[in-house]
């Protein structure tokens, strides 16, 4: 169980026995119930792992408890209590969880609860049932993260390893984990490793001693834990244990939950024998949620359930192993030092090992899907079976006799490692790349820096950028089949070949060059040619591109004029019976909405960002999102009017008498009826949304559905507002069903989920946003930006008195907003904002603020508490920072911090200086630590300046 850092009430307790005439002190009971409705408690019982019960009320001031309390023995006391100073939690444990409810059939998510009881007994509860002051009832049982819910969590182990071991009695590690048996060492110093299916926190390890020869025993030694298996903390330290008794099992319990997917067992002594044995190692783990019921006064019960979510990260730093000691699991493989038995060689992300299968043939396997992406000896002689050395080349010392010699070798190789691409990759004793099993000789320096000719990148030739310190940080490699393998740091990803060649154009180069995102500006990889005009750029979810203005068209109608354009857009025949949708991924398909089945297409789903124009001149040409051309029909000054989506599945571009100039006819026509089809920006009730758009009045805004990628929402840049989770499967779609429910739907009828409704009709409004609304217009639901329909729809909702444009930029802030309050000095602005925004060092790597600046003067004077105000009625922060003239007239910088709760009265805030104020931005970010944890360590002075990297 984790230190729940936050104020616990606290009552002085005394107990009292029938047979006995005085009352005497009992422990001090602590005890936080925190569902994040803030009402306190009536009643509360709870039941610990010693058997223990307990039931108590409390006075309404909350100054006095009453209750009643059967020990573990069976002792039945009478207990009260009255109300000490709260205090922090200190050294008590509690728990935290993320929890949902059962509403009308579906669990839905609810507040997070945190759940201290701490009775003085040391047992930690197993069920609690409490009463608010409102009649609320809530009954939970807390579960292990075992299984099955019981705390012996060793039917997770998967592997067991160890130094040493003795096969030839039968006495292996395995043993430890099973049914019977026990595991020797012909030594007295030994590490033994357990690998479970997913991390978990163990609180709890029970060691059995063997059945003879008790100097066998352990006597001393270190447990420690790993996510991955090469770092490891230490978890427990035991020193000068004996065990009474033959088969007897003792229970060491952690001072942390160690939550880990791997734990080690270093035995570093014994009881005077040479040699090491167990019969058993059990590990047992701490709560890893509960389950239960709520019940509202006068309601129904409704289910309710939760995940713990906080798991206190251990002041121990993890480590490597030192070197020469004995492991499962390295990182690379030395020259002339064998592979052993049970151990591997893992790739840095964990994804990948090269080890021994079950025939003894090194293999390299894909650790997630068990695949096996390299074998040796399958490129020759079929699988080697045998011990496996680097020795200049990767060679097998076979079973049977005789060396198989691999093709992977290099002059001067002293280290193999295996990539996060499953492949094997020499290097030399400064850690420089010579031979990749993939790509070939890579050699210690690339060829190509900053830009190169795409079709200059070779398999040894490869491009590549250097950041301000000279740390190579960027690299394009090319594979086998021709794609590019992109490297940013220690992320990777594929361009595939049908992209690259497109790529090998004359007189281009691929480079790096800033260009636009939602957030700024971002270094990416482009194609430009001569003149430095840009051709293509690496599309990504900040991406942001707006292409030059075009002619309106009917959206989703059946015609695309000229000088018109598609993207992300369809066109449907008259009768809904055919749509041509041009494709997120750059293809551009037509579909028969009979089955749902693409007829004919562009090839191109290798593009990416993209858009399809019918040019003035007459010629469909499908474009990058820089504009430059990728395919076209070839039909330029040829009297092309416009192009038309037909009922008989055709596709044609016709003139101005209705003449095909160019036609696709590769569907036979099909006689099924379709639905009315959604077009323009409304989608009606008894309309469905599949492989088709809806596009608000100006054209900016698409609600698109493709098979595969969902239903989302679109802005005029191209940046993705939303998407309808869970609607990727293929045969998904958005239906507005007759009742008015806005669902996504299976194509048999069963509805995957339910998001809104009832409604009359969705509409796509300008500006970024969908509203599902009733008939007299009002909003029932809405996603997306949050677009203010003029001055009087601001005023509904902002505290004072600023312009819709206003409004909306603080409101549809892509990160935390960082709002300017004070424009009295510009010059102390300055000041503050580099202050601000300068690049820090966090934790062995740098990072700046990921916030939104919003320095608009109608927010001149506006209060943390008035902001807080405004967002909590969108609900789309959770946290504003804001510069005001306190901010700004510290040295310190100190920014305020408010935190947005549509369920308190009055917001939470405390103030930061600008590293911690970062350190806060990314812990909350990633849930790795809770507004309290901040709030509690700030000074009396009320800010904040400890950050988690000092």
């Known amino acids: 169980m984790s230190p729940v850092p936050d104020q616990a009430f606290v009552f002085r307790m005394w107990w009292h026995a029938a047979d006995s005439p005085e009352w005497v002190p009992g422990p001090p009971l602590l005890a936080r119930l925190d569902d994040g409705r803030g009402v306190p408690p009536e009643q509360l019982s709870w039941r610990t792992e010693d058997g223990a019960q307990t039931s108590v009320g409390f006075s309404p001031d909350l100054s006095r408890c009453y209750g009643h309390r059967r020990s573990a023995a069976g002792d039945v006391l009478e207990v009260r209590g009255e109300a000490d100073s709260p205090r922090e939690a200190g050294g008590s444990t509690g728990y935290e969880f993320s929890t949902e409810v059962e509403e009308s059939g579906e669990w839905r998510p609810a507040e997070r609860l945190r759940l201290l009881i701490d009775d003085g007994s040391g047992a930690p509860p197993q069920w609690v049932s409490w009463r608010d002051r409102t009649g609320e009832t809530c009954s939970v049982q807390l579960r292990s993260a075992g299984p099955s819910g019981a705390a012996d969590v060793n039917d997770l182990v998967t592997a067991v390893w ?98 880990a997917e791997h734990f080690r067992l270093d035995i570093t002594g014994n009881n005077g024998s040479p040699h090491l044995q167990l ?144 492949e094997l990759e020499l290097l030399d004793h400064d850690g420089v790349s010579l031979y990749n099993s993939e790509r070939g000789f890579v050699g210690p320096l690339p060829t190509f820096e900053d830009s190169a000719p795409a079709a200059g990148i070779t398999l040894k030739r490869y491009l590549y950028r250097k950041d301000a310190k000279g740390a190579m940080t960027r690299t394009v490699r090319r594979g086998v089949d021709g794609s590019f393998r992109v490297t940013r740091q220690n992320m990777s990803h594929h361009l595939p070949s049908p992209l690259v060649r497109w790529l090998e154009q004359d007189d281009t180069i691929v480079t790096w060059r800033q260009v636009p995102t939602v957030t700024g500006s971002d270094l990416e990889l482009c194609l430009v040619d001569r003149a430095g005009t840009l051709l293509w750029r690496e599309g990504s979810a900040i991406a942001s591109t707006t292409p030059p203005p075009a002619a309106p068209h009917e959206h989703g109608g059946p015609a695309l004029g000229r000088g018109s354009r598609l993207r992300r857009q369809s066109l449907t025949s008259p009768s809904g019976s055919h749509t041509l949708l041009h494709r997120d991924d750059g293809n551009l398909v037509l579909y028969c909405n009979a089955g749902h089945a693409p007829v004919w297409a562009t090839g191109t789903e290798w593009l990416g960002d993209s858009w399809v124009d019918l040019t003035p001149s007459g010629d469909l040409v499908l474009r990058t999102s820089c504009g430059a051309p990728v395919w076209r029909s070839g039909t330029a000054d040829q009297g092309v009017e416009r192009l038309e989506v037909r009922d008989d599945g055709g596709l044609a571009l016709l003139d101005a008498t209705g ?71 293929a045969d ?32 796509v409004v300008p500006g970024g946003e969908i509203r599902l609304l009733a008939p007299d217009g009002t909003v029932l639901w809405r996603e997306g930006q949050y677009v203010i329909d003029g001055p009087d729809a601001g005023a509904a ?83 504003v920072f804001v510069v005001d003239a306190i901010t700004l007239a510290s040295p310190e910088h100190p920014v305020l911090v408010v935190k947005i709760d549509e369920d308190r009265d009055q917001p939470r805030s405390l103030r930061a200086v600008p590293h911690a104020l970062l350190d806060l931005e990314i812990q909350l970010s990633i849930a790795n630590m809770d507004w309290e944890d901040f709030s509690g360590a700030v000074e009396p002075d009320g800010v904040l300046r400890s950050s988690t990297a000092d």
């Open 162 to 259: 160890a130094s040493a071991e003795y096969p030839e009695a039968g006495e292996v590690a395995t043993n430890l984990v099973g049914p019977a048996g026990k595991w020797f060492a012909p030594h007295d110093r030994a590490a033994l490793e357990f690998q479970l299916t997913r991390p978990v926190p163990v609180d709890r390890y029970v060691l059995t001693s063997a059945n003879d020869a008790p100097d066998r025993d352990p006597a001393e030694w270190t447990l420690s834990g790993s996510a991955d298996g090469l770092l490891w903390q230490a978890l427990d330290v035991r020193g000068g244990q004996s065990f009474a008794d033959r088969h007897q099992p003792r229970t060491y319990r952690l001072a942390e939950p160690g939550f």
């Open 279 to 422: 019969a058993s190692v059990r590990f047992l783990a701490a709560c890893g949620g509960f389950v239960g019921y709520r019940q509202r006064a006068g309601g129904p019960p409704a289910g309710y359930r939760g995940v713990r979510t906080a798991y206190r990260p251990s002041d121990v730093p993890a480590v490597p192993l030192p070197d020469g000691v004995p492991t499962r699991r390295a990182r690379r493989l030395a020259e002339d030092h064998p592979l052993p038995a049970g151990t591997e060689v893992v790739s840095p992300s964990g994804k990948y090992a090269l080890r021994y299968d079950a025939f003894g043939v090194p293999v390299v396997l894909d650790r997630t899907s068990r695949l096996v992406v390299w074998r040796a000896g399958d490129d020759d002689q079929g699988p080697a079976s045998g011990a496996l050395v680097l020795s200049h080349s990767l060679q097998v010392a076979l079973r049977g006799g005789g060396v198989w010699y691999s093709s992977i070798g290099a002059e001067g190789a002293r280290f193999l490692v295996v990539t996060d691409d499953g």
């Open 659 to 729: 003449a095909a100039v160019w036609r696709i006819q590769d569907h036979v026509p099909c006689a099924a009826a379709v639905p009315a089809p959604p077009r323009g920006a409304v989608l009606r009730r008894g309309q469905s949304l599949r492989n088709q758009s809806l596009t608000s009045a100006d054209g900016g805004t698409v609600l698109n559905h493709e098979p595969g990628r969902g239903v989302r929402l679109f802005r005029a840049d191209g940046i993705q507002l939303w998407y309808a989770s869970g609607s990727r499967a």
């Open 732 to 763: 998904t779609g958005l239906t507005l069903d007759d009742a008015g429910f806005l669902l996504l739907r299976a194509e048999d009828g069963s509805v995957r989920t339910r998001l809104a409704g009832p409604g009359d009709h969705l509409a």
């Open 797 to 879: 909702i902002s505290p004072r008195a600023a312009s819709p444009a206003a409004l909306e930029t603080l409101i549809n802030a892509p990160s935390i907003p960082i709002v300017r309050t004070d424009f009295a000095d510009d010059h102390a602005w300055r000041a503050t904002w580099s202050d601000i925004t300068t690049p820090r060092e966090y934790h062995d790597d740098e990072f700046v603020l990921d916030a939104t600046l919003v320095a608009l003067p109608e927010f001149d004077g506006w209060t943390g508490e008035e902001l807080a105000e405004l967002l909590s009625r969108t609900a789309k922060h959770t946290l």
